[in-house]
């Protein structure tokens, strides 16, 4: 007799749960068929790669045409520089031939002087100066290697009683002139890893958070590079509202076209961003010896790739009165603008018009 309570109210609920189950409105088919399409949408759709003898071998074969480009380039650029039409002034009749040089007159030895400053010309050059004796106007700033080709060269056998004299001197953070090399590598390395990872990390970002990303980037990048190298180390010695605003637009432009060489082809822009950013245009970008020693086919990259105009510009307000600034400042924002317009093309246009 206890228990017919208890069965009366199992029966109860599970008639108020069937009742309520059936007050519930069923969802129309093609509800279901919408939810599961925005679902598939929404989720990264699953890629199958390469399997077999070729997922093996291929990423082994693309990294070692990278390699071999790699040291391709750098020794055909460095294994035995020479100069081609280096620039060089001078002041009076020549006294013999300078293969490689290109000579560039100069009424008097202070306007030499100047052009020398501004790197018009690498060195100025009087074969007889006011006390008769040769005289070579220098800038340490330009490294030592070029130092010591231009000291070799015009004052060879002539080294007694020569006047030899540093008109720019190189900071002395900065003794083997390479600082700005070092630091452009280092900003170049991180917008190619950032370029990458951000499709990795998130391929399905909306265009405005990754623009966000890019300027976030490029704008630290260029305040910590420049305080490491300009604050810390001594070693560019240029303003240092300059020298990080072209260090964030050198990253900017790194950044901006590694992302726009992934999205436009896939995996493989991974590698051409690599060749071409990394590999030639740090190699190519005036950091290790001026563009004048690379052979003719390197040589124009140097004038069009961010690495360089970009060193060159850094180098330019550090030291040579702004040489290069102005084509730096163009050439970097024709890079972010180009790789900023494929990016919204490929994301916000391409994505309207299958709206639409």
């Known amino acids: 007799m206890r228990k017919a309570p208890l069965v009366s109210s199992v029966a109860s609920d599970h008639d108020a749960e ?42 082994a074969l693309v ?32 006294s013999r031939q300078y293969p490689g040089f290109e000579l560039q007159s100069y009424p008097d030895l202070a306007s030499a002087r100047s052009a020398v400053q501004h790197r018009e010309v690498y ?51 900065d003794t083997r002139g390479l600082s700005v090399f070092y630091s452009a590598f280092g900003l170049v390395l991180a917008g ?24 976030f980037f490029s704008a630290v990048g260029g305040v910590v590079v420049a305080a490491i190298a300009g604050s810390v180390f001594g070693a560019l010695p240029g303003p240092f509202p300059a020298v990080a605003g072209l260090t964030a637009m ?26 071409l950013l990394l590999i030639l245009g740090n190699a190519t ?3 290790i010896l001026p563009p004048e020693f690379l052979p003719a086919w390197l040589h124009p990259l140097s004038s069009v790739l961010p690495v360089g105009v970009g060193v060159r510009a850094v180098q330019g307000v550090a030291y040579f009165h702004d040489d290069g600034l102005v084509r730096g400042i163009v050439v970097l924002a024709v890079w972010v603008a180009v790789c900023v317009a494929v990016l919204w ?12």
């Not at 990294?63 to 391709?72: C, D, P, T, Y």
């Not at 951000?198 to 391929?203: D, G, L, N």
């Not at 093309?345 to 639409?356: C, E, F, K, M, N």
């Open 192 to 215: 190619f890893l950032f370029g990458t990872m951000t499709y990795q990390v998130a391929p399905r970002l909306e265009f405005r958070w990754r623009m966000a990303g890019l300027a």
């Open 123 to 173: 060195a100025a050059y009087q074969a007889s100066g006011p006390a008769g004796s040769p005289v070579l106007l220098y800038s340490s700033a330009n490294g030592p290697s070029v130092t010591s080709l231009l000291e070799g060269t015009f004052l060879h056998g002539t080294t007694a009683g020569a006047t030899v004299q540093d008109v720019l001197p190189a900071s002395s953070g």
């Open 63 to 94: 990294v070692l045409v990278i390699g071999a480009v790699f040291v391709s380039v750098y020794l055909a650029a460095f294994h035995a520089p020479r100069p081609h039409r280096l620039p060089v002034g001078l002041v009076g009749a020549a």
């Open 250 to 275: 050198m990253a900017a432009a790194v950044g901006g076209a590694t992302m726009a060489l992934v999205r436009l082809l896939g995996p493989a822009g991974v590698s051409v961003s690599s060749v």
């Open 345 to 356: 093309h490929r994301d916000v246009r391409a994505a309207r018009v299958r709206t639409a």
């Open 285 to 287: 970008s005036g950091g």
């Open 18 to 59: 069937t009742t309520a189950r059936h007050a519930r409105p069923h969802p129309h088919p093609h509800e279901h068929e919408h939810r599961d399409h925005e679902h598939i949408e929404d989720a990264p759709a699953a890629r199958v790669g390469a399997t077999g003898a070729k997922g093996a071998l291929l990423p």
